[in-house]
């Protein structure tokens, strides 16, 4: 299986400052053939199931604030999250889609300083 | 817009076969891979398996033996089995659509508590 960790394992970020959560596989998950990373991430609230952040390792999906971007390749990944909101206080979880069985990271906790 | 909905008991005897059923309203379940991913409380993501709309699976090898999951196109609707139960498959379940264009899950379920407990 393709192992996935995420550092830290928790921060708090002031109102308007940058929050960064770095990811790393086991493993390259990103495909030559088409030069794409198979890494997504996903935000989730307390008490509420995952939402879909970014694919593709660096593409946002459709209505999410664009001051959520990502980046990296091979087994290296960043989340960062630009000018923090209050809305934002999540735990995040980077995916590997790379292969079977899909596989998730630890997740990351942020929170308002 | 697309809409799932996870329904099942919420506590299941040890040794027993845990069923959950995924109604999928807004869009049809034909053409996307439909998965099954659990969260036991204050933990990360473990994904199960999918299935297509066609009946093709893929499971978690770490379940396969005790994994099966099934769709009824005519109800519109994809299940969820796991055999011989442990207190280790608590866990908050989720269904959730994997969009192949992208090869993510782009919609999930609110999710159900199942509870593994005598």
């Known amino acids: 299986d393709v192992v996935m960790t995420q550092s830290p394992d928790s921060l708090a970020v002031s109102l308007g400052e940058r929050a960064t959560i770095n990811c790393k596989s086991s493993?390259?998950?990103?495909?030559?053939?088409?030069?794409?990373?198979?890494l997504a991430w996903y935000q989730q609230k307390p008490g509420q199931s995952p939402k879909l952040l970014i694919y593709?390792?660096?593409t946002r999906e459709s209505g999410v604030p664009d001051r959520f971007s990502g980046s990296g390749s091979g087994t290296d990944f960043t989340l960062t999250i630009n000018s923090l909101q209050a809305e934002d206080v999540a735990v995040y979880y980077c995916?590997?889609?790379?292969?079977?069985?899909?596989?998730f990271g630890p997740g990351t906790k942020v929170d308002i300083k | 817009q697309v809409q799932l909905q996870e329904s099942g008991p919420g506590l299941v005897k040890p040794s027993e076969t845990l069923s959950l059923t995924c109604s999928v309203s807004?869009?049809?379940?034909?053409?996307?891979?439909w998965s099954w991913i659990r969260q036991p409380a204050g933990k990360g993501l473990e994904w199960l398996g999918r299935?297509?709309?066609?009946?093709?699976?893929n499971y978690n090898p770490s379940l396969k033996s005790r994994i099966t999951m099934s769709l009824d196109t005519s109800k519109n609707q994809f299940s969820l089995k796991l055999s011989s139960v442990t207190a280790a498959d608590t866990a908050v379940y989720y269904c959730?659509?994997?969009?192949?264009?992208?090869?993510?899950?782009?919609?999930w379920g609110q999710g159900t508590m199942v509870s593994v407990s005598s």
């Open positions: 959730a659509r994997f969009r192949s264009d992208v090869n993510v899950f782009d919609i």
């Open positions: 807004g869009g049809s379940i034909s053409s996307y891979f």
């Open positions: 299935i297509y709309s066609t009946g093709i699976t």
């Open positions: 493993q390259s998950i990103s495909y030559i053939s088409n030069n794409k990373n198979y």
């Open positions: 593709w390792a660096s």
């Open positions: 995916h590997q889609y790379y292969t079977i069985p899909f596989t």
